[in-house]
């Protein structure tokens, strides 16, 4: 219990959270991964590959979670970075699942998408912050630039990151306090863009389309009018438009209320990325609507209130602005997960955050479990059992620096309590 204590500081709350959503995962992914095993020369190669990203997020978990919370704001460097990364994966990216999201360096890919989403949170977080030095309206505009451009060069290949990042962003001004009428003017341009986008996509005759639009908005198109048929059962044909979500239907009905237990699960096997984009149907069909489906989903509502909580007690303006980045980052990027899951919404390709088979997503949504727990342990004083106080960045200040007097003299107190002026 001593060590336990001295090695997960912060939030035990968070602690928790995130084990909990470690142990789902590793369940999940080792059932939800048949197909990929069958097809793998080694059989344990692909849950060992994610167990061996959890092992490497546990560990930026560990490392953040005691790196106070004012020294991320040196991490706004990403932003710009990302920005390189997304021009280099648009010009000579790597291609997978007919999308152009990847960046294969030595032999290992990653996605440029994933950097960009963390280097915004930190570089909106630490705006905010400094609306008094720049202004508000100067602050909103710079966050425009830096955080559109990012939306933008992600948007030809992945519009539902893109769409995530922007809303994760814009909240986070919202709570901000950026300029009110900026935000809503902000809001009604994106709408009006946004119908006239999808009036072309939507109406725009099959054979114009693809031969004047992008291959993903194409892609776009057909799964927006998959999800808006008309269901005639006595009619309805599987196919491979609508294998995914129909698939994910028969596993979420399969499971019922309580479940058949993990790994004996049917749908996995017919399932494509059962593994990531529909593992929480897997998870329904395994663990049941109560337990599985309800269970997980609960993990997250809890987890964006707790950050909340962690924000209110933090005095100074970048770890709360940070913690609320993160926290809502990971929550709402679930609840997409979960809503196509059940066909509340057209396909979008999120995985379920910490759960599904991954890599750079996992490692990054391990930082931001690791950057929670640092606010709440350096800046609200939340899970510290050895003295430590509740805001250790004003009070490490504080600490180490010595009372002034009016002429800049260090003072001393003496037997009496009285001070003495040192030269």
Same mark, same amino acid.
Request: proline share 4%; charged share 15%.
């Given at each position: ?47 060992? *590959? ?11 978990? $560990? ?37 152009? *999201? ?35 309206? *100067? ?188 926290? $809502? ?43 929670? $727990? ?34 800049? *003299? ?14």
């Amino acid at each position: 219990m001593e060590l336990a204590n001295k090695l997960f500081k912060g939030d035990r709350t968070i602690w928790v959270i995130y084990m909990f959503l470690c142990l789902v995962s590793i369940v999940e992914v080792y059932s939800a991964t048949s197909t990929l095993a069958y097809k793998a020369v080694y059989f344990w190669s692909p849950i060992m *590959r994610h167990a061996w990203f959890l092992f490497i997020g546990f560990m930026a978990v $560990l490392a953040l979670h005691n790196i106070p919370s004012r020294y991320f704001s040196a991490a706004i460097i990403i932003l710009p970075c990302a920005i390189i990364l997304l021009i280099v994966t648009l010009c000579a990216g790597v291609s997978k699942n007919d999308a152009l *999201r990847w960046i294969s360096f030595m032999g290992a890919s990653f996605q440029p998408s994933e950097f960009a989403k963390f280097g915004s949170i930190v570089f909106v977080a630490f705006m905010l912050s400094k609306q008094e030095r720049f202004t508000p309206d *100067r602050t909103f505009w710079i966050i425009l630039s830096g955080v559109g451009l990012a939306c933008a060069l992600i948007l030809p290949e992945n519009f539902s990151t893109a769409f995530l990042l922007g809303a994760v962003c814009y909240l986070m001004m919202i709570i901000g306090q950026a300029p009110a009428k900026k935000l809503v003017w902000l809001l009604v341009i994106l709408l009006l863009l946004g119908g006239l986008a999808f009036a072309v996509v939507r109406y725009m005759p099959a054979d114009v389309a693809g031969k004047y639009l992008p291959d993903r908005m194409v892609t776009w198109n057909e799964r927006i009018k998959d999800f808006g048929k008309d269901r005639d059962e006595s009619k309805y044909v599987l196919n491979d438009d609508n294998l995914q979500v129909n698939h994910a239907k028969i596993a979420i009905a399969r499971g019922g209320i309580i479940g058949n237990l993990p790994g004996r699960s049917v749908q996995r096997d017919f399932l494509p990325v059962a593994f990531s984009d529909f593992i929480y149907a897997i998870i329904i069909e395994e663990m049941g609507l109560v337990i599985g489906g309800g269970g997980v989903l609960a993990l997250y509502v809890i987890l964006l209130f707790r950050v909340a909580v962690i924000a209110r007690r933090c005095k100074k303006l970048f770890p709360k602005y940070l913690a609320l980045g993160c926290g $809502l980052q990971i929550a709402i990027q679930a609840f997409l997960n979960m809503a196509v899951a059940v066909n509340l919404i057209p396909v979008t390709g999120q995985p379920l955050p910490l759960i599904s088979q991954g890599g750079t997503s996992i490692v990054f949504t391990c930082m931001c479990f690791g950057i929670i $727990l640092s606010v709440s342990r350096f800046s609200a004083g939340m899970g510290n059992e050895d003295g430590e106080t509740g805001n250790g960045e004003e009070e490490e200040t504080a600490a180490a620096a010595v009372e002034m007097n009016g002429d800049g *003299r260090a003072e001393e107190e003496d037997g009496n309590g009285n001070g003495d002026n040192l030269s």
